[in-house]
């Protein structure tokens, strides 16, 4: 079983920067994995990107590419959210999920994980 703990969310006036971080434990990782997800009030979380970690391909949605770096520290068994010139409408709580065996073209559905961390907030406002 993976747990996951998100940290990192708080509050970033627009254009600015903030960088999440999920340390994982209790699983191999190299079977997983891991990406972020967020969810708006009263809509779908959707998901942000992703990180394989057996061969550290990574996976982005194209409302973030260009903005957004999915990166780990393989010692530490922890990804980050490098996240930039942020816009109100990345005003989310964002989750870390961890998936096994996930082949890359289902990286970005929610079906295919199974661990979840508790969220944390990110808002975006001046």
Sequence with gaps: QVQ???SGGGSVQPGGSLTLSCAASGGTLSDYTLSWFRRVPGKEREFVAGLRWRDGHTSRADSVKGRFTISRDKPKNTIYL???NL???DTAVYYCAA???L???S???QS???YWGQGTQVTVSS
Excluded: C, F, T
Aim: glycine fraction near 10%; proline fraction near 10%.
């Design 87 to 89: 816009n109100s409408e």
């Design 103 to 105: 082949i890359v073209s």
């Design 4 to 6: 996951l703990v998100e």
């Design 82 to 84: 490098q996240m930039r």
């Design 107 to 109: 990286i970005p559905r």
């Design 112 to 114: 295919g994980y199974n």
């Design 99 to 101: 998936g096994p065996r």
